[in-house]
């Protein structure tokens, strides 16, 4: 039934054994302090192994890169380190994973990293709330409003390059097949992208074409740290929490993809919307990024298998991405195949934290 979603796949010279691939997902459960990844985090990883591919949980490349209490970094020893953990163990379980790279811009709070939030500009994003740990009943996430944010100097926007490029660069050391550039969700990247959070008028704003240019310059760096086949973007022209509605951004998508085109990275990504009532990406939109970018395209947003299907067979994309699927199943793959039940989500309360395997290592496996 599912016959496309099972096929190997190649990509960029990573041989991949089926299309699924699990999403990106924070679980924040990062050891502290450091924010080092940890055993816990690698059996999470390898038991989803069943996926052609793995994107890990958005990882900061720095400390003023984060915006929210016990994700994983990648800027330190320590961190590479703990890393090497889950790329072992999801090796030896049969499967690829890349690292996600990320940095929030300004959505942060000092009540997170202790430093004021940098952005393109110095516009608040408005109805957005990040959160900390400060001993809530059962371990809960407690929210924080995002506070006003520095306007980045162009030293800042260096700065902001050579991390993702070291980065990346430690990403490999720690065992990686890759790494994806995190450009989507209102984060720092996406920031520059659209017009509403971004009222720059030096190089970097204004036109289209400057708002793309922190994005082509971080994947340049990151290229030149670890090689194109290695590296991938995550865009998401249709989603606008955040405050980040633009009515300019699919023209300015449209632009980097081609652009990245030209780079010749491994893949784009599309985060899509995944809400009830989420706008439905029409099917113009999907072809023309197939003209655009032609290299491997991905689109994960709470698709269905029969939906995912069909994108692959009707070549509009080449791997299909699911997020609380692979959550709450790690043997996702094999439960579609033979149309088995799905676990749902045990407890909300363990979705971010609680620093344990409740929720989070203890879905169970069909029998």
Not at 58 to 77: D, E, F, R
Not at 128 to 156: C, H, K, L, S, W
Not at 297 to 302: F, K, L, S
Request: contains cysteine.
């Amino acid at each position: 039934m599912f016959t496309k979603l099972f096929e190997s796949y190649i990509l960029k010279g990573i041989a991949l054994k089926n299309r699924f691939l699990m999403a990106p997902m924070t679980r924040s459960r990062a050891s502290q302090p450091g924010d080092i990844p940890n055993a816990l985090m690698a059996t999470y990883y390898a038991q989803r192994a069943s996926a052609g591919l793995i994107i890990t949980e958005a990882t900061q490349v720095s400390l003023q890169g984060k915006g929210y209490a016990k994700t994983p970094g990648i800027y330190t020893q320590e961190q590479i380190e703990g890393w090497k953990l889950t790329t072992k163990a999801v090796h030896h379980a049969g499967s690829k994973i890349f690292l996600q790279l990320w940095h929030v811009g300004r959505v942060s709070s000092s009540k997170v990293n202790g430093l004021q939030p940098i952005a393109p500009s110095a516009l608040i994003a408005k109805d957005t709330n990040v959160y900390i740990f400060d001993g809530a009943p059962n371990g809960d996430a407690t929210f924080v409003p995002v506070e006003e944010p520095r306007e980045m100097t162009q030293e800042d926007i260096e700065v902001v390059i050579q991390e993702f490029a070291q980065g990346a660069k430690n990403a490999i050391e720690a065992g990686f097949d890759g790494v994806e550039i995190h450009g989507a969700n209102g984060y720092l990247i996406d920031q520059f992208l659209r017009s509403n959070s971004n009222q720059r008028i030096d190089a970097y704003g204004g036109t289209q074409e400057n708002r793309i240019r922190l994005l082509i310059q971080i994947t340049k760096a990151v290229i030149m740290a670890v090689g194109k086949e290695r590296t991938g973007v995550r865009l998401s022209p249709f989603i606008t929490f955040k405050d980040m509605d633009d009515a300019e951004i699919l023209d300015t998508i449209m632009l980097a993809a081609a652009e990245l085109n030209k780079l010749d990275i491994a893949y784009i990504h599309l985060c899509e919307a995944d809400w009830a009532d989420a706008p439905l990406i029409p099917e113009i939109f999907r072809l023309e990024l197939r003209k655009k970018f032609t290299n491997t395209i991905i689109a994960t947003g709470n698709k269905t298998p029969e939906e995912g299907e069909k994108l692959l067979a009707d070549n509009l994309v080449d791997l299909i991405g699911f997020g609380r699927k692979f959550l709450t199943n790690p043997d996702y793959p094999q439960r579609v195949k033979l149309e088995a039940p799905l676990n749902d989500i045990s407890d909300n309360h363990t979705l971010f934290g609680g620093g344990d395997a409740r929720g989070y290592t203890d879905y169970t496996f069909m029998n």
